[in-house]
């Protein structure tokens, strides 16, 4: 069984500083992993996602992450925030064979104060 | 292109009621699923359909949920009778067939109370 934990519930940041939002996962196969954003009254929107290759992870509005496989992580960060960045963040895996299906984490609520 | 479209966006029943929610997978997505998000927890899988056919229901709390895709166009998800822990946001998403780059599209969500 897979499962993703997102240790942050809330992460409060100042405009135009930096963030880190973790996310640790435990699976006895290969996943890919991802990370989507809900942005107040919308939908789940795909941010990035690691498949293969390269363990840094470029997505869009900024954002990045990278993969450790030594350590099951893959944080999310940006280097400096925006107030249209206030959303809740998902960290999701999936595993590598014929399965669709996402587990996700809790997610964390990010914060952005002028 | 429309992205994938949920009905209705908000929903309050009362216990012992029936709700059914819609969704309408982006045109062409074979792979439809559906998740549930309950009292700011995770976000589980209740299920996936292949075109017209359940793939995986393993998410399914119980048989007071039915979901059906006739068609293999849009689905529907009965909730019959519910109960007040039925109450949470259900998300829809869709795919296309392909796994190793499918990226699942999900919609806005219905959000449903139990009272």
């Known amino acids: 069984a897979q499962s993703v934990t997102q240790l942050d519930s809330q992460v409060p940041v100042f405009e135009e500083a930096p963030v880190e939002l973790r996310c640790n996962y435990s699976s006895s196969v290969s996943v890919y992993l991802f990370w989507y954003v809900q942005y107040p009254n919308q939908g789940l929107q795909l941010l990035l996602k690691?498949?293969?290759?390269?363990?840094l992870v470029k997505g869009i509005n900024g954002f990045e992450a990278e993969f450790n496989k030594s350590q099951t992580s893959f944080h999310l960060r940006k280097p400096s925030v925006h107030i249209s960045d206030t959303a809740e963040y998902f960290c999701?895996?999936?595993?590598?064979?014929?399965?669709?299906?996402?587990?996700f984490g809790s997610g964390t609520r990010l914060l952005v104060r002028p | 292109e429309a992205g994938v479209t949920q009905f209705p966006s908000h929903s309050v029943i009362e216990k012992g009621q029936t709700v059914t929610l819609r969704c309408d997978p982006i045109s062409g997505h074979d792979n439809l699923y559906w998740y549930r998000r309950v009292m700011g927890k995770e976000i589980k899988f209740l299920l996936h359909?292949?075109?017209?056919?359940?793939?995986?229901e393993s998410g399914m709390p119980n048989n007071r949920f039915l979901a059906e895709r006739t068609g293999g166009t849009y689905s529907t998800l009965k909730v019959q009778p519910a109960e007040l822990e039925d109450s949470g946001v259900y998300f829809c998403?869709?795919?296309?067939?392909?796994?190793?780059?499918?990226?699942?599209?999900f919609g806005q969500g219905t959000r449903l109370t139990v009272v």
């Open positions: 998403a869709s795919s296309q067939a392909s796994i190793k780059n499918t990226e699942a599209f």
């Open positions: 690691y498949l293969s290759g390269s363990t």
């Open positions: 359909f292949v075109k017209e056919s359940k793939q995986d």
């Open positions: 999701a895996v999936r595993r590598m064979d014929s399965s669709y299906k996402l587990i």
